[in-house]
């Protein structure tokens, strides 16, 4: 199976590293700026977007961490699998998309990026059999697509939106990696997602008990 997988906050950790470039930069606490309901432009102004093209246009893109299970996960996939990063990146900020890759030793050797075009188009021409993505309105174009589409939960900065019946929510990588698994088996994506909720669900009352 090919898989298709968002590069700025899926495989990055880009959340946590606007929450501690905010702090050192202004001693802006991002998290009690969107809690007033402002944002953090209302406070820095075009400062901001200043920051938003560092991370994506210098090497401080080098320096994005890694979500917690990424490696593991990928790594594990990449046995079986082959891994594309399906970017909505412009292609002059993918300059430290493959470096990066790179350093984390995470084996995907393919980067696409779309300019910002939707990326359903993409998946299509790429016959990816999933992809993965932490915005869900990524995917409101991938109804009826081939495609199983793959919300991956958990972003500092949730967006509250509510996907589509068609988007399958996974709370980590580690989640992801059994729905993979069982769409491998041919088992269809709307039964590999209720199975791989059950098991969030499972593990939930694990951790509270």
Known sequence: ???????????????????????????????????????????????????????????????????????????SLAERHELVVLTARHEHECEFVAPWLREHD???????????????????????????????????????????SALLLGSVFDRHEEPLAHVRSVESWHLFADLVAELEQGVPPEVAAQHVEAAARAADGTREG
């Open 1 to 75: 199976m090919r898989i298709g997988i968002d590069f700025d906050d899926t495989l990055t950790d880009w959340g946590v590293m606007l929450t501690s470039e905010a702090a050192r930069r202004w001693d802006l606490d991002l998290a009690e700026v969107y809690r007033s309901g402002r944002t953090p432009a209302d406070h820095v102004g075009e400062q901001w977007r200043r920051l938003i093209l560092d991370l994506m246009e210098t090497e401080l893109s080098l320096a994005l961490p890694v979500k917690p299970g990424a490696i593991e996960v990928t790594r």
């Open 106 to 148: 995470i084996p995907i050797d393919r980067v696409v990026f779309t300019n910002r075009a939707p990326k359903h188009t993409f998946a299509s021409d790429l016959e990816l059999g999933v992809h993965l993505d932490d915005t869900a309105r990524v995917f409101d174009h991938f109804v009826d697509h081939t495609c199983a």
